[in-house]
């Protein structure tokens, strides 16, 4: 009952960032039965659902996932006629039997106790209210729904490839969030989520010998425990049921099997880290060494985005990859430690971006992975010593430049025509846009702006807007070109040193824009003594300028984007001038650093 209390009392302060604004509200009863040699369960809900909206709602939706892994589906289609598939995918859906299959039915559904009128179109369930949801309103929903948990293809499912019995992700008759945008019952595809802020109250009933993991609080460890059915013999149930409470999530996911080994250590405000792994003598070393790892990553997050809200936090083997959920990860564990590492750093920074600030993963899909890949980077340098933690980001986003297939990070997740673009924009040139923000800001700018983002609108769906607001209000700039090139076109940085010359004794220093987005520039220029300068020209429709601290630089006039040229002058007589540079410091994403340097030709 304290978590319960203690998230309210957060949740009570964080849902309002500003005024006017809203959001939905779920609070879901679920009761499911398992049944382990069919990989069929039977399932009720509950679903209070209450209208912060001053819209009156004629109609809800319910996502319904796992209808997805069927032949012929969206998934299966888009997966075999996209032309760079996913090889976790493929055409492996549409050679699914009947009973490798997932599916997931509505069998009945009343509101209020009134029957309403429902369709299920594939992965989306269409509801018909019996009564109007007015402003301000709350009505429940009980249902009950069957499903068959799909062969492990993507993310969720059965027997994945590392031998993890159960993967239960997107598994339930999830409510399709409403916002000030509307509805946004996207199909299933393959890619990202968005859901409605609430409290979970989940019993999974299952074979005596699993072992679960997942999302929120188990409330019945004294009859269950871990392993609890095989150390108490003297039990005749063939079932035990697992009681989980989450408050405030957007999600709720778990895993099962008989076989996994359960540790748990405590991190940092004493938050409960659980582990779950398989038996396999191969993989406990690395599994074993990263708990205390994942502690420090924790203390890492909490220190430089904000404080983790929750009591426990679950790092579990299963599904295809590495995907976060509120309160755990699944991710593959048979990785040498490095892999293993860093797809845990990255997927517990998502509890920060997108399970505390839930952004619409589908519509802004850059912000949630990017933001995570920036964090998940600098946590690796900070707790393993790597260096140069960006440099990953520009090697791949100069590659998708090159490639030509680069397309606005506004587009829709599911709507690129390239896995590659989707995957290099969302997640470089995503984490790029920090990057190149702290370039614009300053450093300590960027991080007292993450952490006013986190302050401000934890538990709620903040959007990008909402973040340039926030950077602008720490760093007095306007940012609106910046948010608008770098995210809504596929508009290049390319500034060049076109032309040197001395002019009686001084030397004249002439730049050009030759990409369309405009950023502030920085020359350094080293003197054949060793001296150096340092200037540093503002753009001017940032509207402010660059705080350097700890070091001498000179500013000199704006430059107005409209304007290709840029003209200064330097005391020194080029004969001293060993050579002039732009973007010094690489953290600008200029396509073509060959035309960044002037060498004085002997």
């Given at each position: 009952m304290k978590y319960l209390i203690f998230l309210f009392c957060v949740f009570s302060v964080a849902q309002n960032p500003y005024r006017g604004y809203w959001q939905q509200e779920v609070d879901y009863v679920m009761d499911i039965r398992m049944d382990v040699e069919t990989y069929r369960y039977d399932g009720t809900q509950q679903l209070r659902y209450t209208n912060h909206s001053s819209d009156t709602l004629s109609k809800v939706f319910y996502h319904l996932y796992f209808n997805a892994f069927q032949p012929g589906s969206e998934m299966d289609v888009r997966s075999r006629t996209i032309k760079d598939p996913d090889s976790r995918v493929g055409d492996r859906i549409s050679k699914l039997s009947a009973d490798e299959v997932g599916f997931l039915h509505v069998n009945d559904l009343v509101q209020d106790g009134k029957a309403v009128a429902y369709a299920e179109e594939e992965t989306v369930l269409v509801v018909e209210l019996a009564t109007p949801l007015l402003p301000g309103e709350s009505t429940v929903f009980d249902m009950v729904f069957e499903g068959q948990v799909p062969v492990q293809i993507r993310r969720s499912g059965r027997n994945n490839k590392e031998g993890v019995d159960?993967?239960?992700?997107?598994?339930?008759?999830?409510?399709?969030?409403?916002?000030?945008?509307?509805?946004?019952?996207?199909?299933?595809i393959g890619r990202e989520f968005h859901g409605v802020w609430g409290d979970f109250d989940v019993s999974i009933t299952i074979d005596r010998d699993y072992v679960i993991g997942g999302t929120g609080y188990l409330q019945n460890p004294e009859e269950i425990g871990h392993g609890y059915a095989k150390k108490n013999k003297k039990t005749k149930a063939k079932t035990l049921t697992w009681h989980f409470i989450a408050p405030m999530v957007h999600d709720f996911a778990w895993a099962a099997d008989p076989d996994y080994i359960h540790d748990m250590i405590l991190g940092p405000n004493d938050i409960e880290l659980h582990f779950f792994y398989l038996n396999n003598p191969d993989i406990q070393d690395n599994w074993?060494?990263?708990?205390?790892?994942?502690?420090?990553?924790?203390?890492?997050?909490?220190?430089?985005?904000?404080?983790?809200?929750?009591?426990?936090?679950?790092?579990?083997?299963?599904?295809?990859?590495?995907?976060?959920?509120?309160?755990?990860?699944?991710?593959?564990?048979?990785?040498?430690?490095?892999?293993?590492?860093?797809?845990?750093?990255?997927?517990?920074?998502?509890?920060?971006?997108?399970?505390?600030?839930?952004?619409?993963?589908?519509?802004?899909?850059?912000?949630?992975?990017?933001?995570?890949?920036?964090?998940?980077?600098?946590?690796?340098?900070?707790?393993?010593?790597?260096?140069?933690?960006?440099?990953?980001?520009?090697?791949?986003?100069?590659?998708?430049?090159?490639?030509?297939?680069?397309?606005?990070?506004?587009?829709?997740?599911?709507?690129?025509?390239?896995?590659?673009?989707?995957?290099?924009?969302?997640?470089?040139?995503?984490?790029?846009?920090?990057?190149?923000?702290?370039?614009?800001?300053?450093?300590?700018?960027?991080?007292?702006?993450?952490?006013?983002?986190?302050?401000?609108?934890?538990?709620?769906?903040?959007?990008?807007?909402?973040?340039?607001?926030?950077?602008?209000?720490?760093?007095?700039?306007?940012?609106?070109?910046?948010?608008?090139?770098?995210?809504?076109?596929?508009?290049?940085?390319?500034?060049?040193?076109?032309?040197?010359?001395?002019?009686?004794?001084?030397?004249?220093?002439?730049?050009?824009?030759?990409?369309?987005?405009?950023?502030?520039?920085?020359?350094?220029?080293?003197?054949?003594?060793?001296?150096?300068?340092?200037?540093?020209?503002?753009?001017?429709?940032?509207?402010?300028?660059?705080?350097?601290?700890?070091?001498?630089?000179?500013?000199?006039?704006?430059?107005?984007?409209?304007?290709?040229?840029?003209?200064?002058?330097?005391?020194?007589?080029?004969?001293?001038?060993?050579?002039?540079?732009?973007?010094?410091?690489?953290?600008?994403?200029?396509?073509?650093?060959?035309?960044?340097?002037?060498?004085?030709?002997?």
């Open positions: 159960l993967s239960m992700t997107q598994w339930y008759p999830k409510m399709v969030e409403y916002d000030k945008d509307g509805w946004h019952p996207n199909p299933y074993k060494q990263l708990q205390a790892d994942t502690a420090r990553m924790l203390s890492f997050f909490n220190e430089n985005i904000g404080e983790y809200p929750y009591k426990q936090y679950s790092v579990i083997q299963g599904g295809d990859g590495g995907m976060e959920y509120p309160m755990c990860t699944l991710i593959t564990g048979e990785r040498e430690y490095s892999s293993l590492f860093g797809v845990t750093a990255h997927e517990l920074a998502h509890s920060w971006f997108h399970h505390l600030l839930g952004t619409n993963e589908a519509k802004y899909a850059w912000m949630d992975e990017g933001f995570t890949s920036f964090y998940d980077m600098l946590c690796e340098a900070a707790v393993l010593g790597t260096e140069n933690p960006y440099s990953s980001f520009y090697d791949r986003y100069f590659k998708l430049v090159q490639s030509g297939l680069e397309e606005p990070l506004t587009t829709h997740a599911d709507r690129f025509q390239y896995n590659f673009a989707y995957g290099v924009g969302s997640y470089s040139k995503g984490a790029l846009f920090l990057a190149q923000l702290e370039y614009i800001m300053g450093a300590d700018k960027l991080m007292k702006t993450i952490k006013r983002y986190y302050d401000e609108f934890k538990f709620s769906h903040p959007t990008p807007n909402d973040f340039k607001r926030i950077a602008e209000k720490v760093s007095g700039m306007q940012l609106e070109w910046y948010l608008n090139d770098w995210v809504r076109t596929t508009n290049t940085i390319d500034y060049s040193v076109q032309k040197v010359e001395e002019k009686g004794g001084k030397t004249t220093v002439v730049l050009e824009r030759i990409g369309n987005m405009p950023m502030p520039v920085e020359v350094y220029i080293e003197m054949n003594d060793g001296s150096f300068d340092y200037y540093y020209i503002p753009l001017r429709m940032l509207r402010g300028e660059k705080e350097f601290v700890n070091q001498t630089v000179t500013t000199i006039d704006d430059w107005a984007w409209a304007i290709p040229t840029y003209t200064f002058e330097i005391d020194n007589d080029l004969d001293d001038i060993k050579y002039i540079l732009i973007n010094p410091d690489g953290l600008v994403a200029d396509v073509n650093p060959k035309n960044d340097v002037y060498y004085k030709v002997e």
